[in-house]
């Protein structure tokens, strides 16, 4: 099985911060990756897709970047909404997620 | 507007079973793939199911490999998952969701425990 290996897991970050997280695939998985943005209480909300493709509606600070087993989620300039839990998803095979980066208020 | 609504959950004991149901409306449901995700309290996202369009294809996690079945009628726009042989670390919040993650529902929440 393929694992999902996120990093950082707590990330301290202000508004205005650019930020980045990096997902590692244990075997290459092409583009076959997804970023999710999750909030207390809520399902998670597609943000990336394809490994950089942007889902309709997402601000464009979000942006996904890597092939094969390196994956990077930016976000260019952190806003209050951001403030939440980042989880990386590959389904190239079956569908692992990462643990996830929890993005908190410095 | 594409609605995905979670149902079946609740307190079981261990050993014991539930079947959770997903009731899809404002998508062409019988074109898509679904999955189903669970979350345990306070932890992150686990994949725990697949279920192809045309349901000739189904994956499981290892964890509940043998004991999940994942199953869908496209007549009535729904997805199922029966849950047997529950054990405590089962218990979690599960969603259902289009395989590629652009929908999902709220949740239901399934707490195994004496």
């Known amino acids: 099985d393929i694992q999902m290996t996120q990093s950082p897991s707590t990330l301290s970050a202000s508004v205005g911060d650019r930020v980045t997280i990096t997902c590692r695939a244990s075997?290459?998985?092409?583009?076959?990756l997804a970023w999710y943005q999750q909030k207390p209480g809520k399902a998670p909300k597609l943000l990336i897709y394809?490994?950089?493709s942007l889902e309709s509606g997402v601000p464009s600070r979000f942006s996904g970047s890597g092939s094969g087993t390196e994956f990077t989620l930016t976000i260019s300039s952190l806003q209050p909404d951001d403030f939440a839990t980042y989880y990386c998803?590959?389904?190239?095979?079956?569908?692992?997620f990462g643990q996830g980066t929890k993005v908190e208020v410095k | 507007e594409v609605q995905l609504v979670e149902s079946g959950g609740g307190l079981v004991q261990p050993g014991g079973s539930l079947r959770l149901s997903c009731a899809a409306s404002?998508?062409?449901?019988?074109?898509?793939?679904m999955t189903w995700v669970r979350q345990a309290p306070g932890k992150g996202l686990e994949w725990v199911s697949y279920?192809?369009?045309?349901?000739?294809?189904?994956f499981y996690a290892d964890s509940v490999k043998g004991r999940f079945t994942v199953s869908r009628d496209n007549a009535k726009n729904s997805l199922y998952l029966q849950l047997n042989s529950l054990r405590a670390e089962d218990t979690a919040v599960y969603y259902c969701?289009?395989?590629?993650?652009?929908?999902w529902g709220q949740g239901t929440l399934v707490t195994v425990s004496s």
């Open positions: 404002g998508l062409t449901f019988r074109t898509y793939s």
């Open positions: 998803q590959q389904y190239n095979s079956y569908g692992t």
């Open positions: 075997l290459s998985i092409s583009t076959w």
């Open positions: 279920i192809n369009s045309g349901s000739n294809t189904i």
């Open positions: 394809k490994a950089s």
């Open positions: 969701a289009t395989w590629g993650g652009n929908y």
